[in-house]
T-cell receptor, first 110, second 114 residues
């Protein structure tokens, strides 16, 4: 079993929809939770990170962490075609190395 | 532009050969991380250097090695290449040694082993 599980999709939604992306994990030592966005043939770019449990909002993006359920989510409101990319969750247990999910491929149709 | 520079962008080589991938971190970042991204394994951590010293190791094969130089650039050496080593290799940098909450990734080197 992988330490971090993420549904690879693909996920296709119409423009303006609310998108929900999720990851589950097994290692309770993870304390830092990140979401990266990766466009085709590009390097991942950090969207946001959360420490421990709770919510964090940044514009149209909201990250949620539920440590009791070992479940994290990223919500994208008013999705745009430019949001079409692969979204990767990542986790850090203070060891310096990030453990990534497989990535979910998202397509937002105009 | 993340500020992390990787060269070359593409590399095609034959099985059994050796290649060197290069990474220049963002100005001021002391940590350099190497990741391998393949279709079946996703993004996998290989190794971290901090200010010239090896800091953390992932599932890096013995055929692979890395180093970080005094000017903080890093090189990943891949030897005795196999078809299965074909992947995207990313370098990332951050100013942190332990908690990696803001790693910046380069554009990657696409390695094809034929």
């Amino acid at each position: 079993q992988k330490e971090v599980e993420q549904d690879p999709g693909p996920l296709s939604v119409p423009e303006g929809a609310i998108v929900s992306l999720n990851c589950t994990y097994s290692n309770s030592a993870f304390q830092y939770f990140m979401w990266y966005r990766q466009y085709s043939r590009k390097g991942p770019e950090l969207l946001m990170y959360t420490y421990s449990s709770g919510n964090k909002e940044d514009g149209r993006f909201t990250a949620q962490v539920d440590k009791s359920s070992k479940y994290i989510s990223l919500f994208i409101r008013d999705s745009q075609p430019s949001d079409s990319a692969t979204y990767l969750c990542a986790m850090d247990n203070q060891g310096g190395k990030l453990i990534f999910g497989q990535g979910t491929e998202l397509s937002v149709k105009p | 532009d993340s500020g992390v520079t990787q060269t070359p962008k593409h590399l095609i080589t034959a099985t059994g050969q050796r290649v060197t991938l290069r990474c220049s971190p963002r100005s001021g970042d002391l940590s350099v991380y190497w990741y391998q991204q393949s279709l079946d394994q996703g993004l996998q951590f290989l190794i971290q250097y901090y200010n010239g010293e090896e800091r953390a190791k992932g599932n890096i094969l013995e055929r692979f090695s890395a180093q970080q130089f005094p000017d903080l650039h890093s090189e990943l050496n891949l030897s005795s290449l196999e078809l299965g080593d074909s992947a995207l290799y990313f370098c990332a940098s951050s100013d942190s040694v332990d908690v990696n909450t803001e790693a910046f990734f380069g554009q990657g080197t696409r390695l094809t082993v034929v």
